[in-house]
């Protein structure tokens, strides 16, 4: 049987360097939001195209944290597509909003834009299209809704790391975005793990204190935050396969 995935095989193939990386964490005493979290960050973000990159416990907690850095939270609603994993609703329902679902292109099975003005409602906060199986929904009108509706857009790139769309790699257009590091994603850790990315600084600011308990200062809650963090181990390990990533993405 072949199976659908295999991070067991990616490991093996690159065993030695994921190693050494990790035994690097270990002898460094240094296993939560360190120097291999951070340079993980950075390099994810120069990847991408875009400023900010936002490490998380989780593609959910991505979401999640994204919606709520944008203050989507209850009474309000949030266009997303019917053909996703659970998780998209469940971000959604994590900060009290409603899902509102629309129905998927034909060909491409991601969002279909047309269906999105009848989905606007006055509690409409956000749009979340959805990049599936290697391939970018349809960005342009998508976004030009979003404008015209004064509507937040957060991509969710959870099973399309590397896919692009007009020259760009999604992730870089919406007003955040998110991403999975689940291992049997492309881009896979041997553990769970997420990753928020923006070009704006505010959102970006607030999903990096919301990520660990508000703080801007440790012990000092400046909002409601939570615990989400990537633990420097799994870092370290997606700073190797983000080296390959484009050699096993790419045909």
Request: with cysteine; net charge neutral.
């Amino acid at each position: 049987m072949i199976p659908v995935a295999n991070p067991g095989a990616r490991y093996r193939n690159h065993k030695a360097v994921i190693d050494k990386a990790i035994h690097k964490v270990l002898d460094s005493g240094s296993y939560i939001l360190g120097k291999e979290t951070e340079a993980f960050e950075q390099e994810f973000a120069s990847y991408i195209g875009v400023k900010y990159a936002i490490s998380v416990g989780s593609g959910t907690e991505a979401l999640h944290l994204a919606l709520a850095a944008c203050g989507i939270g209850r009474g309000d609603e949030v266009i997303t597509v019917s053909h996703t994993a659970v998780a998209t609703v469940a971000a959604v329902e994590l900060v009290g909003a409603t899902p509102v679902l629309v129905d998927i292109e034909q060909d491409c099975y991601t969002m279909d834009p047309r269906r999105i003005p009848d989905a606007v409602t006055k509690a409409t906060k956000a749009i979340i299209p959805v990049h599936l199986y290697g391939q970018s929904a349809d960005l342009a009108p998508i976004l030009k809704l979003a404008k015209q509706y004064g509507l937040r857009v957060i991509e969710d790139c959870s099973q399309a790391h590397g896919a692009t769309y007009r020259g760009k790699y999604v992730g870089s257009y919406g007003d955040m975005a998110c991403f999975s590091f689940y291992p049997t994603k492309n881009l896979g850790a041997l553990g769970d793990g997420g990753m928020v990315v923006s070009n704006h600084q505010d959102l970006a600011q607030r999903a990096r204190l919301l990520r660990e308990y508000g703080w801007a200062e440790r012990y000092i809650s400046q909002y409601p935050g939570w615990n989400s963090r990537l633990d420097e181990i799994q870092a370290a390990i997606l700073r190797v396969q983000l080296h390959y990533l484009d050699l096993i993405t790419l045909p």
